[in-house]
């Protein structure tokens, strides 16, 4: 087989897979019609609401990677200062 056959069987499998991955469906998104209302009877912030909603799954990759990776705080800090880690150390992933 020559060199040219190979390159366009390539493109030919690539072009194939990627016109079939359109129709791979995907999971549904429901969006609830209303946001839980807080006690006061205000609108609930929506970001609040994404932010508690992914709150156990942050926890579970942030567990995960700190199983496999070591805790953050003991990673080696090259380039950045005390105030810099600090920040870092501030920024809420939920």
Do not use: Y
């Amino acid at each position: 087989m020559n060199k040219q056959f190979l390159w366009w069987l390539a493109f030919a499998v690539l072009a194939t897979a990627f016109a079939l991955i359109q129709f791979i469906p995907s999971a549904p998104v429901t969006v609830p019609d209303e946001l839980p209302a807080e006690e006061s009877g205000e609108a609930a912030d929506p970001l609040a609401a994404l932010r508690g909603a992914k709150a156990p799954w942050l926890q579970l990759a942030g567990d995960t990677i700190d199983l496999h990776h070591g805790d953050f705080g003991a990673c080696p800090h090259e380039g950045l200062d005390a105030a810099s880690i600090r920040q870092l150390h501030r920024v809420p992933l939920a």
